[in-house]
């Protein structure tokens, strides 16, 4: 059973661009969430999505955006990208109304120059 | 709100001797509480959680934590530290009405010497 994966593992991109993350979850899991790990700190939540809708949302700005296909599968999309955005961006799978856990993906580490 | 404060930036013991990592909560509702390892370039991996069952919790590679409701902790325990055992730990809340929002703690760094 593959556990959550996330493409690509690392990102260079330069100030004002976007940028595209994608993010598998495990097998049978139907809500998606993503968070970002700034160096040094713990993850913050940025959006969970369920049934391919935001269901909430951090404290992060509107450049900040995401969707969620059919297939459970989501993308985060980071626009107008700043310096500060550089981070390890954690997506995490897990069941609706279960038990709270949840599983994470590997990361993809953007770099913002 | 919820949060969670990590009292212990960096820790080091010595491999056999006993870890504690410490963690307190406030929450306004019946909270989840877990702590995550991390390991160098490596993603999150769950050790245990507590879900309003029992108060001691066992999880993996021989931790456990205890959840104390009146000191509002929920302290991570090994009897003896295994070199493999280095790496960033998370004490993480959530509340439990169904969206799952987890809140990290900043993170403790476990160091084991042999």
């Known amino acids: 059973d593959a556990g959550v994966t996330q493409s690509p593992t690392h990102l260079i991109k330069t100030r004002g661009q976007q940028v595209t993350l994608r993010c598998s979850p495990k097998?049978?899991?139907?809500?998606v969430s993503w968070y970002q790990q700034a160096l040094g700190q713990g993850p913050q939540f940025i959006f969970q999505y369920y049934e391919e809708e935001e269901r909430q949302r951090g404290n992060f700005p509107d450049r900040f955006s995401g969707h969620q296909f059919p297939n459970y599968s989501s993308e985060l999309n980071v626009n107008a990208l700043l310096l500060g955005d550089s981070a390890l961006y954690l997506c995490?799978?897990?069941?609706?109304?279960?038990?709270?856990?949840?599983?994470f993906g590997p990361g993809t580490r953007l770099t913002v120059l | 709100a919820q949060s969670v404060t990590q009292l212990d930036s960096h820790v080091s013991v010595s491999e056999g001797t006993p870890v504690l990592l410490r963690c307190n909560y406030s929450?306004?509702?019946?909270?989840?509480l877990f702590w995550y390892v991390q390991h160098p370039n490596k993603g999150l991996q769950l050790l245990l959680k507590?879900?309003?069952?029992?108060?001691l919790v066992k999880g993996i590679n021989g931790f456990e934590a205890e959840f104390k409701k009146s000191e509002t902790s929920f302290h991570l325990t090994k009897p003896s530290a295994h070199m493999s055992d280095a790496a960033e730990y998370f004490c993480v809340v959530s509340d439990n009405t169904g969206f799952q929002k987890l809140v990290f703690g900043t993170g403790t760094r476990l160091l084991v010497s042999p």
């Open positions: 995490a799978s897990s069941i609706r109304l279960s038990t709270n856990e949840q599983f």
């Open positions: 929450s306004s509702y019946s909270p989840s």
């Open positions: 097998s049978g899991h139907d809500t």
């Open positions: 507590y879900t309003s069952a029992a108060t």
